[in-house]
């Protein structure tokens, strides 16, 4: 009789190491909550999920208690991020048979990108086996001009088929002159550098909207928010359905 390699869930039970980079150089376009949702599923997909926030000055993915994430000590006693210790890191995800999660922040997003390639840290850690993502959010509105040369400035120097773009609407459309994203020509001249696309489409801000925005700021994961006692069962049934549209998307991604 063949083994069951499953842990009950339909998920493999042998997780193969994995890094998922949360990066972009603007700040409050999302990273944190990519980082929070994406990091929540994998759990509940039963993969060994070890959290990173690596963001020296707002540490919003370590104020979340349920994912257990670990502040990364970057920045020396004059404020300056150090890049020599993000060789610690790498060690760790040499070392360790895990899923990791790393929310970089703004203020980190060019040291440690230039890190990256300058020492071919994607190439060693394949070459170790472990699979990369860099999860970039490209934000609507005012953000929109930000986030898009973010994304120009990964994909310059990205591998191939290694980019997981967050297309998140709650500023505004990600649109310009009528294109969507992949419409325009930034996507188009580096579509070989994307993998897949995640929507997070707009929302009613006084009910879908709120409701995330509670969420967000006592820094709930979905599961807490579904069964916590302090909210309505309306503001419940929205954020199950954000949650359920959202896991679907990822369901589909090689990562899932």
């Not at 979340?64 to 150090?82: C, F, R, S």
């Not at 999860?135 to 290694?162: C, Y």
Request: proline share 4%.
């Amino acid at each position: 009789m063949p083994k069951d390699n499953t842990n009950g869930n339909g998920t493999s039970a042998a997780t193969q190491p994995t890094i998922h980079l949360i990066l972009q150089g603007k700040g409050g376009v999302g990273k944190s909550v990519v980082a929070s949702w994406l990091a929540e599923f994998l759990m509940g997909r039963g993969q060994p999920v070890r959290c990173m926030d690596g963001d020296p000055v707002n540490r919003s993915l370590g104020q979340y208690q349920a994912l257990a994430a670990e502040k990364l000590d970057l920045v020396n006693q004059d404020g300056v991020v150090m890049r020599s210790r993000y060789d610690g890191l790498v060690e760790r995800f040499l070392r360790e048979e895990a899923v990791f999660v790393v929310d970089s922040g703004a203020t980190a997003f060019l040291p440690f990108w230039t890190y990256i390639v300058e020492s071919d840290i994607i190439t060693l850690l394949r070459e170790s086996g472990r699979r990369v993502y860099v999860h970039i959010p490209i934000s609507g509105g005012e953000m929109l001009n930000d986030t898009l040369l973010g994304f120009r400035t990964l994909a310059a120097t990205a591998a191939e088929k290694s980019l997981v773009v967050w297309i998140n609407e709650y500023f505004g459309p990600v649109a310009r002159d009528g294109k969507t994203f992949d419409q325009m020509q930034v996507y188009l001249d580096n579509r070989d550098k994307v993998l897949a696309s995640v929507g997070l489409p707009w929302r009613s801000p006084d009910t879908f909207g709120e409701n995330i925005r509670r969420m967000r700021e006592r820094k709930l994961t979905f599961g807490e928010a579904i069964t916590t006692s302090d909210l309505w069962l309306v503001e419940k049934s929205r954020l199950f359905r954000v949650r359920y549209e959202l896991f679907e998307q990822l369901k589909q991604t090689p990562f899932a």
